[in-house]
């Protein structure tokens, strides 16, 4: 039992009825006397006379060695495969691509770390369907592999169980710093990383300051530590009720990790029994329960991304007002990283996410518990052994009494700037409005030699555009710019307005996810140093103060500029810039 949580077993997987059929689909390929040159190939790969009478799950980790958040999953995979066997099933395991969006951020590489979702979603399909599996468990770690095998797990409509492959401890500082406010033995995290360079850059902490948050800030294998973008996804699985209870929060070395392994083989066993398939679990209303809770935490923005994706892979509908109108009733009460002071081990240790839904579910009506889950029962039935939280003993989660903040920190804003919407993670700290004029950036690699050269002024708004979609090509993340800027002592005096995303490891008065982007001719395209800009989060309002014969002629300009085009002519960069939509819809690609 680490970290002081008891995970209980929410419901009993029954033993198997003679009358249910449990490998319906790859019984096609495996007792269909036409179909010898399939079971031939099985046979090879060592499967017996015994298997074939099995169902099949294909089990798919998302592994490679060059990622902390996945370089643990091929083990985590081969566990899953040991507790199919002990469960009577045949465990097939097939791995898929990711990117690391920390390695590749502010790097080139970033644009791929999007469409990796979709390269995901649909390796996973393919493999699913073409090889006939009877249900698919699925191991992510990092940020986009989430989403991707939530979207794979919709289209092929198997049972389906995602386990998350947990979230990293945070690391240890070796030296002192006072003039960042650490000293040694403090902890350090992956943004640490990111912001040290600002605070480098302007000669607040030495080279051997600044390498000893980067040797240690990342001790062993899981996803990044805060809340930021892989913990709060895995949240969002949990509650929508496609992972195990306390898959969100268990700690990627923590024993309880492979434990869930093998609860997941015994659902999976259930789930065939019932027949129970992703789009028998999924509504609308699990949705609006995971944007709520995902407010509830302070959850990444590229939640609003993948949470709009998601829903039309399942044929829900959801819109990204939806996200405003639960965001305007819904506290925000997690003390979480990056704005906040824990880690997702923190809140772990203090009864996970179960335990902060029994407190909603029980003193708000922010969470339907009538929604099914992968465990065969309902979210309120899972819920009922859990212990409940325990304010005079912890303050990771506050009382709904004392919120951080009385509405969520998700806005999502419209206006001049961006007519169609623009997403705000604001958490109360950076204040409601911002007033200052632009500084245009049209190429990431022009942001640092400026910062370094103290030309990012107090009341400047930094216009990060050709970011977008279609643009990037790939919608990079901008948690280099807005880590330097906090390292450099400029977050609380700057802001910062992309079409672009953030990382959820960003924090600031930071702008996302304008759209129209600039490639496809939104304002944000003729935006100019000097123009004036008010954000005004209470209003949700993001206006744009030039006048309007200016903007024409801007405009007329701009379409002579060729700054239209698809920047890549070949691969999958190009292929993602012409099939994808835009931001406000979940940048789908099918």
Not at 382 to 404: A, G, I, S, W
Not at 460 to 475: A, C
């Given at each position: 039992?680490?970290?002081?949580?008891e995970i209980h077993s929410?419901?009993?997987?029954?033993?198997?009825?003679?009358?249910?059929?449990?490998?319906?689909?790859?019984?096609?390929?495996?007792?269909?006397?036409?179909?010898?040159?399939?079971?031939?190939?099985?046979?090879?790969?060592?499967?017996?006379?015994?298997?074939?009478?099995?169902?099949?799950?294909?089990?798919?980790?998302?592994?490679?060695?060059?990622?902390?958040?996945?370089?643990?999953?091929?083990?985590?995979?081969?566990?899953?495969?040991?507790?199919?066997?002990?469960?009577?099933?045949?465990?097939?395991?097939?791995?898929?691509?990711?990117?690391?969006?920390?390695?590749?951020?502010?790097?080139?590489?970033?644009?791929?770390?999007?469409?990796?979702?979709?390269?995901?979603?649909?390796?996973?399909?393919?493999?699913?369907?073409?090889h006939y599996y009877d249900?698919?468990?699925?191991?992510?770690?990092?940020?986009?592999?989430?989403?991707?095998?939530?979207?794979?797990?919709?289209?092929?409509?198997?049972?389906?169980?995602?386990?998350?492959?947990?979230?990293?401890?945070?690391?240890?500082?070796?030296?002192?710093?006072?003039?960042?406010?650490?000293?040694?033995?403090?902890?350090?995290?992956?943004?640490?990383?990111?912001?040290?360079?600002?605070?480098?850059?302007?000669?607040?902490?030495?080279?051997?300051?600044?390498?000893?948050?980067?040797?240690?800030?990342?001790?062993?294998?899981?996803?990044?530590?805060?809340?930021?973008?892989?913990?709060?996804?895995?949240?969002?699985?949990?509650?929508?009720?496609?992972?195990?209870?306390?898959?969100?929060?268990?700690?990627?070395?923590?024993?309880?990790?492979?434990?869930?392994?093998?609860?997941?083989?015994?659902?999976?066993?259930?789930?065939?029994?019932?027949?129970?398939?992703?789009?028998?679990?999924?509504?609308?209303?699990?949705?609006?329960?995971?944007?709520?809770?995902?407010?509830?935490?302070?959850?990444?923005?590229?939640?609003?991304?993948?949470?709009?994706?998601?829903?039309?892979?399942?044929?829900?509908?959801?819109?990204?007002?939806?996200?405003?109108?639960?965001?305007?009733?819904?506290?925000?009460?997690?003390?979480?990283?990056?704005?906040?002071?824990?880690?997702?081990?923190?809140?772990?240790?203090?009864?996970?996410?179960?335990?902060?839904?029994?407190?909603?579910?029980?003193?708000?009506?922010?969470?339907?518990?009538?929604?099914?889950?992968?465990?065969?029962?309902?979210?309120?039935?899972?819920?009922?052994?859990?212990?409940?939280?325990?304010?005079?003993?912890?303050?990771?989660?506050?009382?709904?009494?004392?919120?951080?903040?009385?509405?969520?920190?998700?806005?999502?804003?419209?206006?001049?700037?961006?007519?169609?919407?623009?997403?705000?993670?604001?958490?109360?700290?950076?204040?409601?409005?911002?007033?200052?004029?632009?500084?245009?950036?049209?190429?990431?690699?022009?942001?640092?030699?400026?910062?370094?050269?103290?030309?990012?002024?107090?009341?400047?708004?930094?216009?990060?555009?050709?970011?977008?979609?279609?643009?990037?090509?790939?919608?990079?993340?901008?948690?280099?710019?807005?880590?330097?800027?906090?390292?450099?002592?400029?977050?609380?005096?700057?802001?910062?307005?992309?079409?672009?995303?953030?990382?959820?490891?960003?924090?600031?008065?930071?702008?996302?996810?304008?759209?129209?982007?600039?490639?496809?001719?939104?304002?944000?395209?003729?935006?100019?140093?000097?123009?004036?800009?008010?954000?005004?989060?209470?209003?949700?309002?993001?206006?744009?103060?030039?006048?309007?014969?200016?903007?024409?002629?801007?405009?007329?300009?701009w379409e002579k500029s060729?700054?239209?085009?698809?920047?890549?002519?070949?691969?999958?960069?190009?292929?993602?810039?012409?099939?994808?939509?835009?931001?406000?819809?979940?940048?789908?690609?099918?």
């Amino acid at each position: 039992m680490s970290g002081g949580v008891e995970i209980h077993s929410v419901s009993k997987p029954s033993a198997s009825s003679p009358n249910v059929v449990l490998n319906k689909i790859s019984g096609q390929l495996t007792q269909n006397k036409m179909r010898g040159g399939a079971q031939a190939m099985l046979y090879a790969v060592g499967l017996t006379e015994e298997d074939m009478n099995k169902p099949q799950i294909g089990i798919s980790p998302i592994w490679w060695e060059g990622n902390p958040c996945n370089s643990h999953l091929l083990d985590l995979g081969k566990k899953v495969k040991e507790a199919c066997e002990q469960e009577g099933l045949v465990g097939l395991m097939f791995n898929t691509i990711g990117v690391s969006d920390a390695i590749t951020m502010g790097t080139d590489g970033m644009r791929y770390s999007l469409p990796s979702r979709d390269l995901i979603a649909d390796s996973i399909e393919a493999v699913v369907k073409a090889h006939y599996y009877d249900g698919n468990i699925a191991i992510p770690g990092c940020d986009k592999n989430m989403p991707g095998c939530f979207m794979a797990a919709v289209r092929h409509n198997r049972p389906t169980i995602i386990i998350y492959g947990g979230t990293i401890q945070p690391g240890t500082r070796h030296v002192d710093c006072p003039a960042m406010g650490y000293q040694k033995g403090d902890t350090v995290n992956i943004s640490d990383a990111f912001e040290s360079y600002g605070a480098f850059t302007v000669g607040k902490i030495t080279d051997e300051q600044r390498f000893d948050v980067v040797r240690h800030a990342c001790p062993g294998p899981g996803g990044c530590g805060g809340m930021y973008t892989a913990n709060t996804m895995s949240t969002a699985l949990e509650v929508l009720g496609i992972s195990l209870p306390y898959s969100s929060g268990i700690p990627a070395i923590y024993p309880e990790k492979v434990q869930e392994c093998f609860r997941a083989a015994k659902y999976m066993k259930k789930l065939l029994e019932l027949d129970l398939k992703p789009r028998d679990i999924l509504t609308r209303q699990s949705f609006l329960n995971a944007i709520a809770v995902i407010n509830v935490i302070g959850g990444s923005t590229n939640s609003v991304l993948h949470l709009l994706a998601m829903a039309r892979a399942a044929d829900i509908e959801l819109t990204i007002d939806d996200f405003q109108r639960v965001a305007d009733k819904t506290p925000y009460l997690a003390d979480l990283k990056p704005s906040g002071k824990y880690y997702m081990e923190d809140l772990h240790k203090v009864g996970g996410i179960p335990a902060l839904l029994k407190y909603l579910l029980k003193n708000t009506d922010l969470i339907d518990g009538n929604q099914m889950t992968v465990t065969g029962r309902t979210l309120a039935q899972n819920l009922e052994d859990v212990q409940e939280l325990e304010f005079e003993k912890q303050d990771v989660v506050k009382p709904l009494q004392k919120p951080l903040k009385k509405t969520g920190h998700l806005t999502i804003l419209k206006g001049s700037l961006a007519p169609g919407s623009a997403v705000a993670k604001l958490t109360g700290k950076e204040g409601s409005r911002f007033e200052g004029v632009a500084k245009c950036f049209d190429d990431l690699s022009q942001f640092y030699p400026a910062l370094g050269a103290g030309e990012i002024k107090p009341g400047s708004i930094l216009i990060f555009r050709y970011q977008g979609p279609k643009g990037g090509p790939g919608m990079p993340e901008m948690l280099g710019p807005t880590g330097a800027l906090i390292g450099a002592g400029l977050s609380q005096v700057t802001a910062l307005i992309t079409d672009g995303r953030f990382s959820g490891a960003s924090h600031g008065f930071i702008i996302g996810h304008v759209v129209p982007e600039a490639t496809e001719g939104g304002p944000i395209a003729l935006v100019e140093d000097g123009d004036k800009i008010i954000i005004d989060s209470e209003n949700r309002e993001i206006q744009w103060l030039v006048p309007e014969e200016e903007k024409a002629r801007r405009r007329v300009e701009w379409e002579k500029s060729g700054k239209n085009q698809i920047k890549e002519k070949r691969g999958i960069l190009f292929r993602y810039a012409r099939d994808v939509a835009p931001a406000s819809l979940g940048a789908y690609c099918d």
